[in-house]
């Protein structure tokens, strides 16, 4: 068994892609949310209902890609151990099981979008305007799962190279349909406003899902064919992710308490929490990058039993990713003024967001620490801890600290500060446990 360090080299080969494959679904958010943001007309209120329909968005696909953890962790052990050949037929049941799991989620919600929204306090205009938005981008739901499954599967043969170029390609292309779509060409094409973001997301999506099937068949060994039978694994699969989803189903609890406040202040505090909430899903888009490659190597070394490898390559990651993570809050600090600035004019807006922003940034080094560690527990195949772990942070941490700042007033700084503790009580207990078991083998 070698110790030798996993140098910082190896291990951006496989973060900085998972880096760019994990913010395109966050930049195909903001980038609505910023052009929806600058139409002549109603402009708050499109602001206010993008952002909302995109944060149930990304909690709802955070669910839903603990899938692609679960078999990222299979896969990963299996390649470790030299054991690739036994899960081919693993993948390609992972990924119907994933489409029939898409359908589940978009026939309710997509019959029932008013109602959800009503939900999150939303009325009048920016509960017209969520509806649209949301009951086009639903569409994605199976196109979103097959995508992560197909990543998941790339990730675990220690590939996120591919993933990058199939998300970068989708978001690129995306920002040209947004324009297009959104504000229209002169007598060409008709200006769509917000459903023109959400028609722009969808066929980014499918673009993506187009290309990651093209890697799928020329460069992995796996295919289509379920097998008639159940593969031995697929009872683990679905533990693992029945835990990561309920998990991550936690964190949806805090979104949604969350975003059900802000509405509830007014729409210049649903709007400011908009802008607040997708640059706090960027940074942890960009950071899962790095949990990324500690999710993919660290079940390499499970597989391998390589303990002391595992430690090493634990701090190496932390380091390096609290390193990039100060460079973003040095960036942002820069450009203070001139972010909010990017999504909306409207001064209430923008005060309340200056306001704020500050805090955001001050608790992205404890966010960081969190989704590495996540990371790490992920490729391990550790769920029943990740999954205690974050419901514990968020109804003994989260609730009890939001409630308390919604009763002395504290509004939108209120929810900011329950995030914090809520990043707290998810990092540090991680950490520590992950240096115990570690020392213990």
């Not at 995109?54 to 052990?77: D, E, K, M, Y």
């Amino acid at each position: 068994m070698t110790s030798t360090r996993i140098s910082f080299k190896q291990i951006n080969q496989l973060a900085i892609p998972a880096i760019f494959s994990g913010i395109a679904e966050s930049l195909i958010t903001l980038t609505d949310i910023a052009m929806v943001g600058n139409v002549k007309e109603h402009s708050v209120e499109a602001l206010a209902a993008t952002g909302l329909v995109g944060s149930f968005l990304s909690g709802i696909i955070w669910i839903i890609a603990q899938t692609r953890t679960s078999i990222s962790s299979l896969v990963s052990q299996s390649y470790g151990a030299n054991k690739i050949d036994q899960i081919k037929h693993l993948v390609p049941q992972a990924l119907y099981f994933n489409v029939f799991l898409s359908f589940l989620i978009f026939i309710p919600s997509y019959f029932f979008a008013q109602q959800l929204f009503e939900l999150y306090q939303a009325k009048n205009l920016v509960l017209e305007f969520s509806v649209d938005y949301y009951k086009i981008r639903a569409f994605g739901y199976p196109l979103t799962l097959i995508s992560l499954t197909l990543f998941g599967a790339f990730r675990g043969i220690q590939n996120t190279y591919w993933a990058m170029k199939c998300s970068l390609t989708a978001a690129i292309i995306h920002v040209f349909l947004d324009y297009i779509l959104i504000f229209g060409i002169d007598g060409i094409i008709p200006a769509f406003h917000i459903k023109g973001a959400a028609y722009a997301s969808l066929i980014a999506q499918l673009i993506m899902v187009i290309m990651a099937f093209y890697y799928y068949f020329t460069k992995t060994p796996f295919r289509l064919n379920p097998s008639s039978t159940i593969h031995p694994l697929f009872k683990k699969y679905l533990y693992l992710s029945f835990n990561f989803i309920l998990r991550t189903a936690s964190l949806n609890v805090a979104f949604f308490l969350a975003n059900s406040y802000a509405t509830g202040y007014g729409k210049s505090y649903i709007a400011a929490q908009s802008i607040l909430m997708n640059i706090w899903l960027f940074f942890s888009f960009f950071i899962d990058g790095y949990a990324g490659a500690g999710n993919a190597m660290a079940g390499k070394l499970q597989g391998e039993r390589n303990y002391k490898q595992l430690w090493l390559l634990s701090k190496d990651i932390s380091k390096y990713s609290i390193l990039i993570c100060s460079i973003l809050i040095a960036i942002c600090f820069i450009f203070y003024d001139k972010i909010g600035q990017l999504f909306n004019q409207d001064p209430n807006v923008l005060t309340l967001f200056k306001s704020v922003f500050w805090i955001v940034l001050f608790m992205q080094p404890i966010n960081t620490l969190a989704y590495i560690f996540d990371g790490f527990f992920k490729g391990m195949g550790d769920a029943k801890l990740l999954r205690n772990n974050l419901i514990f942070a968020t109804f003994f941490g989260f609730l009890p600290t939001i409630f308390l700042a919604d009763y002395f007033g504290l509004k939108i700084y209120g929810i900011w500060i329950a995030f914090g503790v809520w990043m707290l009580l998810r990092s540090f207990p991680l950490m520590y446990i992950f240096k115990k078991r570690i020392y213990s083998k």
